[in-house]
């Protein structure tokens, strides 16, 4: 657990989420799930959702970042399915990216971000998706609070809804590291989780913000090169992420360099 957070650069406090070969594994990491969390749990494991449960007593500080929740997850790669299945326990298992990175998608950005690194990269092909996994909360649904969306991604977050029978509460319009959503006119504690922070997911190449005037009268290469750097419209509501390796993710379409549309290879 320390190498994975040493090689990511990754807070301690910040935690990673416990992928499990079946849903039968469950109530080894959670404290009493909920019917709404064995009902999400059949609809959508395997798949790019994460439960986020109270933890039981078995789950160490170093996977919840200290925290009294567990975050849970069934991955649908066959290559993900087949090492959870062999080694028979929960993996926690972060995206193979430094931390705050964007998540690769092959398993050359792997072996390109950690050149410096002694890793076993499993190659399970390029990826199929290119957004993480939607995170609902269901720690406090003992307590009657309705469910929450932490992070959107790969599950519509209307999906859950029309499964639910009820609204998923979102996060307030607030920076996301005070960890708190609107209830009622008032603010709960809510779970950290990974891809929660301000500043995640994050390029490391330049981008340029241009006025649309620009793009009818002035020079257009950078303007169409900034246009089509943009993340394409992510199913869950939010942003779009490219996820991590195991999961999937088709890449980006490139420009042309001239018009500002987007060409195939």
Same mark, same amino acid.
């Given at each position: ?51 986020? =449960?109270? +933890?039981? #007593?078995? &789950?160490?500080? /170093? ?8 975050? $849970?997850?069934? @991955? *649908? ?71 929450? =969306?932490? +992070?959107? #991604?790969? &599950?519509?977050? /209307? ?8 609204? $998923?509460?979102? @996060? *307030? ?71 991590? =390796? ?20």
């Amino acid at each position: 657990m320390e190498r994975i957070y040493a090689l990511k650069g990754r807070p301690s406090s910040h935690p990673l989420i416990v992928h499990l070969a079946d849903g039968s594994h469950l109530k080894q990491w959670a404290a009493a799930p909920s019917r709404e969390a064995l009902v999400l749990a059949e609809a959508f494991w395997p798949g790019p959702l994460t439960i986020v =449960l109270r +933890r039981s #007593g078995s &789950v160490p500080d /170093a996977v919840t970042g200290g925290q009294e929740t567990v975050a $849970l997850r069934v @991955p *649908a790669h066959p290559v993900a399915s087949a090492l959870l299945a062999a080694f028979g326990s929960g993996l926690a298992a972060p995206s193979a990216n430094r931390f705050g990175r964007v998540s690769p998608t092959t398993a050359a950005h792997v072996a390109a971000e950690f050149s410096d690194s002694d890793l076993l990269i499993l190659d399970g092909g390029s990826c199929e998706v290119g957004v993480e996994s939607t995170i609902v909360d269901l720690s406090e649904a003992g307590s009657g609070s309705a469910p929450r =969306l932490l +992070r959107p #991604g790969g &599950v519509a977050a /209307a999906a859950i809804e029309a499964l639910l029978g009820r609204p $998923l509460q979102r @996060p *307030a319009a607030t920076p996301v590291d005070a960890h708190e959503v609107e209830s009622s006119g008032s603010t709960s504690q809510v779970p950290r989780v990974p891809g929660s922070l301000a500043s995640h997911y994050a390029a490391s190449a330049p981008s340029r913000l241009v006025p649309g005037s620009d793009l009818r009268t002035g020079p257009v290469r950078g303007a169409a090169r900034a246009r089509c750097n943009r993340s394409p419209p992510d199913p869950g509501g939010g942003s779009a992420r490219r996820r991590r =390796l195991v999961g999937g993710a088709r890449s980006p379409e490139p420009c042309d360099g001239r018009s500002g549309k987007r060409t195939r290879r």
